[in-house]
């Protein structure tokens, strides 16, 4: 489990094809050498990936192709910055929300707007996870924590703040760009209980 609260900005240094699938070699960062152990879960753009080796500075993971198939990671290149975030231990705070590091689908980044210091951003998620994202509650975009503004359809608009900009990856996402999302995981578990009293 994780909390969508990015810890460190990490980068590409290798990718490494294998027919459907791809070798990582990431810089990790401000993460410790014991966050980066073999075996241990890393939320890479959100998504749950597992430590295949530890290289000093860096650590590999493997993407398999249902994790390429599912999320925006296939599209990473040699020298991406990347958001970071190890598995959450019993003595952290939980500063942002529950994750899984299980991506739902990939959005679209529609618009896009300084607001002041601030930036607007409005995301196209797949019609099929809508019904999950409500005003005020949580989204995770790319591994970030992040609140609901307004939900419209399918499309939901967020305020990001200077903080945010300058410690993760959305800062510089442009329109078009595609991100990971993962919905509120008790939103799923609540239409799963609902469903078996129908």
Do not use: W
Not at 4 to 21: D, W
Request: net charge negative.
């Amino acid at each position: 489990m994780f909390t969508g609260i990015i810890k460190t900005l990490g980068h590409i240094r290798a990718l490494e094809p294998c027919g459907a699938e791809t070798g990582m070699t990431i810089e990790r960062g401000s993460l410790s050498a014991d966050e980066c152990l073999l075996g241990a879960s890393i939320a890479v753009n959100g998504v749950c990936l597992t430590v295949a080796k530890c290289l000093g500075d860096s650590f590999r993971v493997h993407a398999s192709e249902e994790t390429l198939q599912c999320t925006a990671l296939g599209e990473l290149k040699v020298d991406d910055a990347v958001n970071l975030e190890p598995a959450l231990t019993l003595s952290e705070p939980l500063g942002g929300h529950l994750v899984s590091g299980h991506v739902d689908g990939v959005g679209h980044i529609r618009k896009r707007r300084e607001q002041g210091e601030s930036l607007f951003l409005a995301i196209e998620a797949p019609p099929e996870l809508a019904r999950y994202i409500a005003a005020k509650g949580s989204i995770c975009v790319d591994g970030i924590s992040l609140t609901v503004n307004k939900v419209s359809g399918s499309r939901f608009e967020l305020t990001l703040i200077p903080h945010t900009q300058a410690v993760t990856t959305i800062g510089t996402r442009q329109i078009g760009d595609r991100v990971n999302l993962e919905v509120d995981i008790i939103a799923r578990y609540l239409e799963r209980l609902l469903a078996e009293k129908a």
